[in-house]
């Protein structure tokens, strides 16, 4: 596949990263915006401007099967994608960074309005950051939560701490929750599946996958945590903050949110029928401890400001805090957040990246989430009628991978080795990055 990508910015930069090995892959930007981490990847490079008929041109815009426009600057995107559309028709995938152009995109698109040339898919990282920090907060104490097959099924991540009666036991011998099933152990920020014999150490991060109320039972069982969420803090009440109080508030969550702008804390409190709104400095430790932040059930740092999101979240967890969520900017320094005790590090741009890696896939094989920044993915895969009626014990797969979940038509499986799969089920497979290739070759769709 051809890529043309306007934009050397880091998504620029992550998307190439991801996407070099497998494709061709044309970065279209200025000069002075090219780094040494792009001159590392085999890619092209052409010096210009998207919007430009002359710079596309030589990025042989003609023959690519998608373009993205991921620039700082929303306009630029918009017209470059439009430009690029009306030149060869290419799929376009749009970044902006504010929800009057999302909307208005969209409307273009899917409305009445639809004209000859428009943008495919418009992507807005700080919605997705919402949702992604949304699902996190409504689990207590989960480190990631992807739900699957309409709800069906869930993904859910838990820290091991001391005193766990799982600690220090092999796998085979702790007897998880029955319709639930462990397919990931990260240690020392290494991702790996487990087998039987694997031991469980303090600290370690278990992904699990299964039904919504065994992954509950779960919980309740091995990691004690039968609480529900009932308060919550947020400091920084942009896009990501209101967008994120509002959806606590329709839970009935008890939520605060600070905010140092006064003109924009007046208009949260417009808007945020049930959310307190606090006008002060998420820095400041005293007005944290007066206003009682340290009794939250959990807090979230979503501010612009990577070290303005580090300093609130340590201060929180100084208050004792028992979980702190916060928006890194900058994903190189998401393993410096957990490393310095963060429960969960996010950023908008990892949300971003994902979708861009769901939309580009081909066949029947999507990638519905990826774990622990890239090392695992989730593919949801469409089992074909050369498949039908074989065990899952008969299956040798060319490298390690996990069926967490079958759907069959309108149900979920949590499977076991004699349970036979047939055609048009849709696996939800857990695997490692590195071979998630092999994995979608075994069943026919590389």
Known sequence: MKIVIFGATEIGCLLATEFFEDHDITIIDREENRTDEFNKLDISFVQGNASDIVALKKADIQNADVFIACTAVDEANIVACLSAKKMSGVRTICFVSKEEYKNALSMEKNGEYLCDFFIDYIIWPEELLTQDIFRIVTVAHALDVENFADGKSRLLEYRVRPGLSIVNKKIKDIGFTKDTVIVGVTRDCQLFIPNGETEILEDDKLIFMGTPHALDILAGTFFHEKEQVKSAAIIGGGNVGAMLAKSLDDLKIKTKIIEKDYERCQYLAKTLERTLVIHADGTNLKILDEEEIGSSDVVISVTNNDERNLLCSLLCKQ????????????????????????DVAISPKNSAINEVKNDLEENNVDILATVEQGQGEVLEILVKEEFNNKKL??????????????????GVIIPKGDTELKTNDVLITFTMADDAEKIKEFFKVG
């Open 393 to 410: 014990m008969e299956f040798k797969f060319p490298s390690n991978a996990i069926i967490g979940t079958i759907q069959r038509k309108n």
């Open 319 to 342: 208050l004792g805090v028992k979980r702190v969520i916060a928006r890194v900017a900058k994903v190189l320094n998401i393993p410096l957040f957990e490393k310095v005790g963060i």
